[in-house]
């Protein structure tokens, strides 16, 4: 049975962002621990902190594809841009602190960099305030977006599954979710959005899925100015005035990007295609944290049968 004290600790951090002194006195009484005690095994985890934490954690990957290519310049130059200095950790004002971390999982897109839900690949120290930038600009819409309902469901026959594994979400899957809200809510497109796990195909990254009358579409290094491409092909609005908008939209993209090449459909290639897959037999069609389709997919069958 697990003792109460870690999942205590892990509950305080995630409501305060750290361990506060007057917390962990409360908890000393509620487990009837002693401090001492309460202390060696929070001080024994890097993940607790005793001091204050910025609202938007910075993690830098150090791990050896990063490390390699030059993941400790890249930690100086976001320690510089946030004015830190000796063991300073978190910025003045409060709002980022900075860490290092052992591995991210995205090595093809090194240095990678994680703030807060996003995952920033290919950063350089030259461009850390276009990343921060970047990642203040999307928290700002994707609080908008939940202010507003824009969630990832709705119901139609189409289907679009984007991954969100850390390497696409590295290579911008998390602005390309954004944007395929954003063009489903202005012009009335009636599609289901979908986040699922990785592919195992992090050099294609980001991946996009589109389900559409019993087949499957795939794209890969999908940008957001090839959506409109990509959702042109398979979708129509069922308002009569918004689908004359939505030609027009689709009619100037596609004269605009005249001179570019149109974002091609992809298939797995023929080598990956000799394979059965056992342990990621799923993998790109479930959304990882639905417990529920992972048991409508099988999930738990041992289990069951052993209890």
Not at 244 to 269: F, K, M, T
Request: aromatic share 8%; charged share 20%.
């Amino acid at each position: 049975m697990i003792h109460p004290l870690l999942p205590e600790l892990i509950e305080l951090q995630n409501r305060d962002r750290y361990l506060r002194p007057e917390a962990l006195a409360e908890l000393s009484r509620k487990l009837s621990l002693s401090l001492n005690h309460i202390y060696s095994v929070a001080s024994f985890y890097h993940a607790f902190r005793f001091a204050p934490c910025g609202k938007h954690q910075i993690k830098v990957c150090i791990g050896a594809a990063c490390y390699v290519k030059g993941a400790e310049a890249v930690y100086d130059a976001f320690a510089s841009h946030l004015g830190l200095t000796g063991d300073q950790d978190t910025s003045a004002d409060g709002l980022f602190t900075l860490s290092k971390v052992a591995c991210l999982g995205c090595c093809m897109l090194a240095v990678a960099v994680q703030i807060d839900r996003h995952i920033f690949g290919q950063v350089k120290p030259g461009n850390i305030p276009q990343v921060i930038k970047d990642f203040l600009q999307l928290a700002s819409e994707e609080d908008a977006a939940a202010e507003a309902g824009n969630s990832s469901s709705a119901p139609g026959q189409t289907e679009i599954r984007l991954c969100c594994c850390s390497s696409c979400r590295a290579a911008g899957s998390a602005r390309i979710m954004q944007a395929l809200q954003e063009e489903r809510q202005r012009h009335g497109l009636e599609f289901s959005l979908k986040s699922v796990g990785c592919h195992g195909l992090s050099f294609r990254a980001p991946l996009l899925t589109v389900f559409n009358d019993g087949l499957y579409y795939h794209y890969d290094q999908v940008q957001e100015h090839t959506l409109k491409t990509i959702l042109g092909r398979h979708l129509s609005s069922r308002n009569a005035i918004r689908q004359i908008g939505w030609q027009a939209q689709l009619a100037l993209h596609r004269w605009y990007n005249r001179s570019c090449a149109c974002q091609p459909e992809v298939s797995d290639s023929p080598a990956i295609g000799q394979y059965a897959r056992l342990v990621t037999a799923n993998s790109g069609q479930d959304q990882p944290e639905d417990i529920a389709e992972y048991q409508q997919h099988g999930g738990f069958q041992a289990l069951q049968r052993v209890a």
